[in-house]
């Protein structure tokens, strides 16, 4: 069974930093391409960043230059390294396998103004 599990959310004030993790299981981690979605209240969820098997990385517009996606394959487990958060910032996370269009339970990024 495929499970993906994010943590590392929380509340802080704009111009701060945050780290998401996502630890998956169940699947053979090294060749699943892994992604970061957002969902704010009242709007669609979007993308925030995609990392390949290989490492290549896509982001959103918004988002460039303040975060960075990276994979560590021998922990399954894929990171969103969030800077310089800002207010508009603030939704809930979900952690993608795309191969296995699996996603986790979401953790909740509140930005202070």
């Known amino acids: 069974q495929v499970q993906l599990v994010e943590s590392g959310g929380g509340l802080v004030q704009a111009g701060g930093s945050l780290r998401l993790s996502c630890a998956a299981s169940?699947?053979?981690?090294?060749?699943?391409?892994m992604g970061w979605y957002r969902q704010a209240p009242g709007k669609q969820r979007e993308l925030v960043a995609t990392i390949s098997t290989g490492g290549r990385t896509n982001y959103a517009d918004s988002v460039k230059g303040r975060f960075t996606i990276s994979r560590d394959n021998a922990k399954n487990t894929v990171y969103l390294e969030m800077n310089t958060l800002k207010p508009e910032d603030t939704a809930v996370y979900y952690c993608?396998?795309?191969?296995?269009?699996?996603w986790g339970q979401g953790t909740q990024v509140t930005v202070s103004s």
């Open positions: 993608h396998a795309t191969d296995y269009d699996v």
């Open positions: 169940g699947i053979i981690f090294r060749i699943v391409a």
